[in-house]
């Protein structure tokens, strides 16, 4: 872990002037990308998972198929962020979801619908990344599960 100390002197907030008087910023190297073995993790946000148009398909499948539905959204999710990353996933990544709840999610005025739960998959994440829709916004940050 290395350290980078900040020289900034002042912070303009909204008008509002702060002075710094130390400032520092820590480093950590963490593993990121395809995995040998099956990892497991849970949301610490909800998941956004679904769009407009996934949703009309979710809503008319059975437990099984909307299982099988949110695992390959997972794994997009995932390929989408790699891509974000400049990272390139060179072999096929495997989800599992453990357990999962949906619910609705208000965010400025719109709903979604949310998930909470864990889920195994074949990839290096690092703690508080999130995936999914609205991870700007904060939603889809997970972390790792030891076992």
Same mark, same amino acid.
């Given at each position: 872990?290395?350290?980078?100390?900040?020289?900034?002197?002042?912070?303009?907030?909204?008008?509002?002037?702060?002075?710094?008087?130390?400032?520092?910023?820590?480093?950590?190297?963490?593993?990121?990308?395809?995995?040998?073995?099956?990892?497991?993790?849970?949301f610490?946000?909800?998941?956004?998972?679904?769009?407009?148009?996934?949703?009309?398909?979710? &809503?008319?499948?059975?437990?099984?198929?909307?299982?099988?539905?949110?695992?390959k959204?997972?794994?997009?999710?995932?390929?989408?962020?790699?891509?974000?990353?400049?990272?390139?996933?060179?072999? &096929?990544? &495997?989800?599992?979801?453990?357990?999962?709840?949906?619910?609705?999610? &208000?965010?400025?005025?719109?709903?979604?619908?949310?998930?909470?739960?864990?889920?195994?998959?074949?990839?290096?994440?690092?703690?508080?990344?999130?995936?999914?829709?609205?991870?700007?916004?904060?939603?889809g940050?997970?972390?790792?599960?030891?076992?």
């Amino acid at each position: 872990m290395g350290e980078i100390i900040l020289n900034i002197r002042e912070l303009n907030l909204k008008g509002e002037v702060y002075r710094v008087v130390n400032g520092y910023a820590k480093v950590k190297f963490e593993e990121f990308g395809v995995a040998e073995n099956m990892i497991k993790y849970k949301f610490i946000s909800p998941w956004i998972a679904l769009n407009e148009k996934n949703y009309l398909e979710y &809503k008319e499948l059975d437990e099984d198929g909307k299982k099988e539905l949110l695992e390959k959204i997972l794994v997009g999710n995932i390929l989408s962020m790699s891509k974000y990353l400049d990272y390139t996933v060179e072999e &096929k990544l &495997k989800a599992g979801l453990l357990e999962y709840e949906d619910f609705v999610v &208000k965010y400025k005025g719109n709903k979604f619908i949310g998930f909470w739960g864990e889920f195994l998959v074949n990839f290096n994440i690092p703690n508080y990344l999130g995936i999914g829709r609205k991870v700007s916004k904060g939603f889809g940050s997970v972390i790792r599960v030891e076992e």
